[in-house]
């Protein structure tokens, strides 16, 4: 994967997240196995782009995706956060400051406030689900 491809790999993750309608349960599955069938050394695609020179402003939000998920590295919800909250908050120029770039980091920003709004809603929705399981299994357990 050359760099010109880990472009054109930001605008089609995009693309993807835009036309996912399986929300909000299953377009994580579905994002997974769109990367997985592009390239299966999912190991090669992270590596390239923690090491690209505008990892941070193009990328920041996809790798937060692959650590919220383990994607060919440990789960880290807490690093996949941190990335999350860099792709949006991050408002340097580019290094070329060229028409393209900032696209770039447009969608790379626009990735992040998707995922990152999809993290706290899960997580929101999870907890819920898992306090509501509790109360039925502790009603259950005083016989109610």
Known sequence: ????????????????????????FTF?????????????NTNLILKLMQNHKESKLWFSSIIGFFYQYGIDCIIDKNKALELYLLAIN?????????????????????????LLSMFYYKDIILDKINLNKLECSESARKGE
Do not use: R
């Open 28 to 40: 994580e599955n579905i994002l997974i196995e769109w990367i997985k069938n592009i390239d299966k």
């Open 90 to 114: 991050n408002k340097e120029n580019t290094l070329e400051d060229e028409f393209d770039d900032n696209i770039l980091q447009n969608i790379n920003v626009n990735i992040g406030k998707y």
């Open 1 to 24: 994967m050359t760099i010109i491809s880990l472009k054109d790999f930001l605008k089609d993750f995009y693309q993807k997240i835009i036309d996912t309608n399986n929300y909000p």
